[in-house]
């Protein structure tokens, strides 16, 4: 369990970490290194992506400065090679096996020099950073290579490209070529970055089988403003796609004597499930993670289908079962588990090894009296934040409990939430029993991460697959055999031909849907697959050989977690073998960055692993720093979480009380004026971690404002005005003011143009607590509340933060979001809808409309009913102050009012208008 001082420790490493990376793009531009080209080429065929992060700097300085290239990578990626040129020589990266490069850089440090460990560990992503030392007017080229498998996650492959280069580049190109035989059905590009003023540096082409998204912006495009000289390009750039695909075997592709199958039915029906939820609720989920834990629960008990049962289980010091047996998920019984789990508090310990046990014995009871229905897939779904901690405590022992008692007949699902949690357990315990580990990462959108993975595995649709190929036709084949497919997902599977490769590769699929057994066949001509594979220009030589590499590693790891110890050292030897044979930097190997004579002689590169320790005390996408001095003096800044905090002493247990570590109170800020940086040390394990530093702390009083806020309460809270532009209408604006109503409201519906706006109103607030747009095509929603913006796409959840710049094309809808909080939805031939997030008052969100003579005649709701032909009828005033308008049959009075202007954002200035109060 977490204790209060150790959530504290962690906010002051954040909080260092925050002002490096200022200090480290400052550094940057101060210190005359230029980064005059940066291109980034990613070619992907069939789902297998190669990308090519080029960087060009050169020092315009007349002194030694010191050129840092940091990129950042997908986790599931390899890097395949880096390299430095420098005057025209070569300094390549050398892949070793992880002990002898660890020799290296350990005979390093111990010659003084300042070699570092390069690694860092986000949520997605991983960083890879190397520094080197460059002569006045000298020139370097860095080149990084990484490879992956694009997996479908919930109906899509996406490539993420991360790109900040911290400062204004003259040549700035990103190239992503997609190559797919199945054919494109569908391609769509999100940016965090991308503005409307940067929208011209974005183009797409595309026709059956290939795609290129070009981004290529100039100096103006890239600037803030005229006057500042910083850049906007700082940010995720994501590119997501499917291809077409049928209720078939799948697709086998065939290049230089190697094939893949990919396989991902159309058109199968959902198999009914029997899923138990076992839900920690010890002391340490107390707070935020149990209230998102409820919230996400409430949210899932609803998707589930009414031909599943299910049933809830909640653990501390002991675990309780909510019913007595499986129930069917009817409406009164989801109602009813929404009911408890909207009471479950946090407190105790953590017993795990009951908690499983119980579910188990479940589904055990179930199956013998014959309960559980004839092909119906039993599932049992784990969140824990914490080590067991009562009742049996030994992690070996639990593992070996839960495989007795499940038997291979379940599979078991893990999801860790937080940092304390043992990962490494988690992940071998669902390992053990045909399922997968998942860390859900404290953060404003924990509870839509729980709801993905839920969506993951809400829907099976076939059980024991099989691949069959002939015996004499191919060779050394991956994972041929799985215990689920779900929907959304694909399975994958890739191998050698036989010595004299046959003209027909044939191939069958096996498995079980719902009470039948079920077999796919699907073939594939070699010669022609060859010929294809080899006729588009961009696609990168022998990629399939490196993809089933790829695969073949991958798998070996994963099945390292759970194999014996004899087992294990057999794979590790294999897939050293294959990491070395394709240079890939995996778990097992490292990257030994060589440099010019003179300077620190190593870095070693790794690939960082998913446990307990990559991320302690360290926020998604952070890393630790270390600080370094250089041979020609001065400091710099050296990436390297290599030794992290151990975990803190769980609460109530006595631990060491060390001087060095700094605790803080939740109402302790950092002096903004500060020039210079250190603290002292967090804990004696990170070594001389801060040491030079000085740290200036002041308090702030715990109900001081933020800065750029007023403490001042207003006397009343203004009812939030929308602004309906007329189209046609010969008489000034209408405004609506919402001032009466409370509660949920149909605000617009338009079936012709498939949009549908609904909102939660609260009166004492005056402010809606929640809007929510819905489009039927794309099937698309999209619902803004004070904390974030969720968008749900084909049962993917995305959250983002209000106030982050967003750009996001998919077929047929854009998504933007400015700085000022604007989010507007728009298409050539719809609607434009805005959303924007309220900070003052009563904190809410507010609705905006553009381009309103899009709306059809069948436009209908509490706003739209103002779009059906409204008749004014003017009042006896003298001054024309008030009028009556005639809508669908209703009066409503409207006077003559001065309002402010919301519609780009931001309050602009006064307007008249006539004001309706609903």
């Avoid at 030994?394 to 008692?405: L, W």
């Avoid at 994963?558 to 294990?568: L, R």
């Avoid at 070693?604 to 720093?625: D, I, L, Q, T, Y």
Wanted: with cysteine.
């Amino acid at each position: 369990m977490k204790t209060p001082a150790s959530a504290h420790t962690c906010g002051i490493v954040l909080i260092l970490l925050s002002l490096l990376a200022v200090l480290q793009t400052t550094s940057a531009q101060k210190n005359d290194i230029d980064i005059y080209s940066l291109t980034v080429d990613s070619k992907v065929s069939s789902r297998f992506a190669h990308t090519v992060v080029t960087s060009r700097v050169v020092n315009r300085a007349d002194t030694l400065r010191e050129a840092v290239f940091q990129m950042e990578l997908p986790k599931k990626a390899f890097i395949t090679n880096f390299s430095m040129i420098i005057d025209g020589v070569t300094y390549p990266g050398n892949i070793k096996e992880k002990d002898a490069a660890q020799e290296q850089y350990s005979a390093a440090v111990a010659r003084g020099e300042s070699a570092g460990l390069v690694k860092a560990t986000g949520r997605k992503m991983e960083q890879f950073q190397v520094s080197v030392s460059v002569a006045p007017a000298a020139k370097v080229t860095f080149e990084l290579v990484y490879e992956e498998l694009l997996r479908r996650h919930l109906g899509v492959y996406e490539l993420l490209l991360k790109v900040r280069p911290q400062q204004l580049v003259k040549h700035l190109q990103m190239d992503i070529h997609i190559f797919e035989p199945q054919g494109i059905s569908f391609l769509e590009t999100e940016s965090t970055f991308l503005t409307s003023a940067l929208a011209d540096a974005l183009t797409t082409s595309q026709n059956q089988t290939k795609a290129h998204i070009r981004f290529k912006p100039t100096i103006s495009q890239q600037q803030k403003s005229a006057e500042q000289q910083d850049t906007v390009v700082d940010g995720n750039f994501i590119v997501r796609y499917d291809v077409n695909r049928t209720l078939s075997g799948g697709s086998i592709q065939i290049e230089n004597g190697y094939f893949v199958h990919y396989f991902a039915p159309a058109g199968l029906p959902t198999m009914p499930k029997n899923v138990i939820f076992v839900i920690d609720k010890s002391g340490s989920m107390m707070g935020r993670k149990m209230q998102q834990t409820r919230e996400a629960l409430i949210k899932i008990l609803d998707d589930l289908n009414p031909k599943d049962q299910f049933n809830l289980i909640s653990f501390s010091g002991k675990a309780t079962q909510w019913k007595p047996s499986l129930v069917q998920a009817s409406e009164d019984n989801v109602k009813a588990a929404r009911d408890y789990a909207a009471g479950i508090q946090a407190q105790g310990g953590t017993n795990i090894n009951d908690a499983m046990l119980m579910a188990i014995q479940l589904l055990e009871k179930a199956n013998q009296e014959e309960l559980l229905p004839a092909g119906s897939v039993p599932l049992i779904i784990l969140l824990t934040d914490g080590d067991p901690t009562v009742g049996v405590t030994d992690p070996t022992k639990i593992q070996e409990n839960v495989q007795d008692a499940i038997g291979g007949q379940y599979s078991l699902f893990c999801l860790g939430f937080g940092f304390d949690v043992s990962y490494a357990f988690l992940e071998k315990l669902a390992l053990d029993n045909g399922g997968l580990a998942r860390r859900i990462y404290e953060d404003s959108d924990s509870a839509l991460q729980l709801q993905d993975f839920y969506q993951e595995v809400a829907n099976p649709l076939m059980t024991a697959v099989t691949f069959e190929y002939p015996s004499n036709s191919v060779k050394e084949v991956t994972q041929n055999d799985f215990r689920l497919l779900f929907k959304g997902s694909e399975m994958v599977v890739a191998g050698k031909l036989q010595g004299q490769s046959p003209d027909v590769l044939s191939a069958k699929v096996h498995g079980q849907q719902s009470m039948q057994n079920i077999t796919f066949q699907t073939e594939s001509r070699v010669a022609e697959q060859e010929e294809e594979f080899r006729s588009p220009k961009y696609i990168f030589h022998g990629f399939m050989e490196r993809l089933w590499a790829y695969l073949t590693i991958q798998q070996l790891l994963e099945q390292m977690v759970s194999a014996s110890d004899a087992e294990k050292q057999a794979l590790k030897t294999q897939a050293l073998g294959l990491s070395l044979n394709y240079s890939f930097v995996t778990p097992l190997t490292s990257m030994v960055v060589t440099k010019p004579e003179g300077q620190e002689q190593s870095q070693v590169a790794e690939k960082p692993v998913e446990n307990e320790n990559s991320h302690r005390n360290v926020h998604a996408g952070h890393a630790v720093f270390r600080l370094h001095s250089l041979g020609h003096g001065g400091p710099r800044l050296q990436g390297g979480a290599s030794r992290m905090p151990p975990r803190l002493p769980k609460m109530g247990q006595p631990g060491p009380f060390d001087h060095r570590r700094l605790y803080l109170s939740p109402h302790v800020g950092l002096d903004t004026s500060l020039r210079s940086l250190s603290v002292p040390l967090l804990t004696d394990s990170v070594g001389d971690l801060y040491d030079d530093v000085d740290l200036s702390i002041k308090e702030t009083h715990p109900t001081a404002p933020l800065p750029g806020t007023s403490s001042a309460v207003p006397d009343s809270i203004q009812a939030p005005t929308i602004i309906l532009p007329l189209p046609g209408q010969s008489v000034d604006q209408l405004c609506v003011d919402i001032e009466h109503s409370q509660g949920p409201m149909n605000l617009l519906s338009d079936p012709d143009q498939g949009v549908e706006v609904t909102g939660q109103y609260e009166k004492k607030k005056a402010q809606f607590s929640w809007i929510q747009v819905t489009f039927r095509k794309p099937q698309l929603q999209v619902h803004a509340s004070p904390e974030h913006v969720v968008v749900t796409r084909d049962r993917r959840n995305a959250a983002y933060k209000w106030k982050e710049t967003l750009f996001s094309v998919m077929p047929g809808l854009k998504m933007t979001m400015n700085e000022a909080g604007l989010l507007l939805l728009s298409s050539p031939d719809k609607v434009t809808i805005g959303l924007l997030y309220w900070d003052g008052p009563g904190q809410g969100v507010r609705l905006l409309l553009q381009d309103t003579d899009r709306f059809s005649s069948h436009v209908d709701g509490t706003l739209g009913q103002f779009y059906q032909g409204v008749l004014w009828v003017p009042s006896a005033a003298a001054d024309d102050s008030e009028r009556t308008l005639k809508v669908q049959g209703h009066n409503h009075s409207a006077t003559r009012e001065l309002k402010l202007d919301y519609q780009e954002g931001v309050p602009g200035t006064e307007f008249s208008c006539w004001s309706v109060k609903l």
